[in-house]
């Protein structure tokens, strides 16, 4: 059985008309705004500012907001915010089965967007994309809205963002040169709860858990182990920070069976305990 232990806000509350039919939701946010506890969506989320100070907070990182970025916040992130007086951003809400039908025009492997979620935007690529938002906006105002028209400027507005992120961030190439890194990631965000040994993602990919280190240790910096021991200990801090579970708990949840085993696993990866951290946030 999937079980979700966080606070889960959907899109009926956020609109007022909101039917199941309806699946995306325009924003404009102006002003200082605050979310103080961290939660999720079941849904996708990209914002455009405009303009902005503040901070947003997402998956436990904080990240200063300013003009000309692109945030994005996929299903499953935890989040929380503290934007200053002058913000200003547009803001669509994405169903999780609209968003599938679009989501291949993003062109790289989804845990690298979720561990790169703010995008810098030169004026024109800000023009581009808020062209495509506000285009959105319209049509939505439209007595009979076109779904395949929205659905195909939010494929407009993937492609745009991809191409923002490919210039932001140079070892992007990585994912064109090596694909099966891209599939490594992705295998991790599938399988990291029950499946923690390189042995069993180098079989996924058909390598030897020796080349699978050696691409990782070449490619992210990091041993493979890493990779799977950091997705394990975000998913940790998520249940730390917004359920309820005891750490005994959120331990069997992710596949530790040893209590003891588990909080030492979390320290040497974070530096405290999960306790602490709990007290922390």
């Known amino acids: 059985m999937n079980k979700d232990h966080f606070p889960v806000l959907s899109m009926q509350e956020f609109g007022e008309s909101w039917t199941p039919d309806l699946n995306l939701l325009y924003h404009e946010l102006k002003g200082a705004r605050q979310i103080e506890k961290a939660h999720k969506h079941d849904f996708f989320i990209i914002m455009l500012f405009e303009s902005g100070n503040g901070t947003h907070t997402i998956d436990f990182k904080d990240y200063p907001v300013s003009a000309h970025q ?57 023009q581009q994309i808020l062209n495509e938002i506000i285009a959105v906006k319209k049509e939505l105002g439209s007595k009979q809205v076109l779904w395949e028209l929205i659905r195909a400027r939010n494929e407009v507005i993937a492609l745009l963002v991809s191409k923002a992120a490919e210039k932001q961030f140079k070892e992007l190439d990585i994912h064109h040169t090596h694909p099966i890194l891209n599939k490594f990631l992705s295998l991790i965000d599938r399988h990291f709860k029950e499946e923690h040994s390189v042995s069993f993602y180098a079989g996924q990919l058909n390598i030897t858990p020796n080349y699978l280190n050696i691409l990782s240790k070449k490619h992210f910096k990091v041993p493979a182990t890493y990779l799977i021991q950091s997705r394990a200990v975000l998913e940790a801090k998520r249940l730390l920070q917004a359920s309820d579970l005891s750490v005994k708990e959120i331990g069997f949840e992710l596949g530790f069976y040893d209590h003891a085993y588990f909080t030492k696993f979390f320290k040497s990866l974070t530096g405290t305990t999960p306790t602490a951290f709990r007290l922390q946030s």
């Open 70 to 126: 692109v945030h994005l916040v996929f299903p499953g992130q935890v989040h929380k915010w503290n934007f200053g007086r002058k913000t200003v951003a547009h803001q669509l809400m994405v169903s999780r089965t609209l968003f599938e039908s679009f989501s291949p025009s993003f062109r790289f492997t989804f845990a690298y967007y979720r561990n790169h979620p703010i995008i810098d935007l030169t004026k024109n690529a800000y």
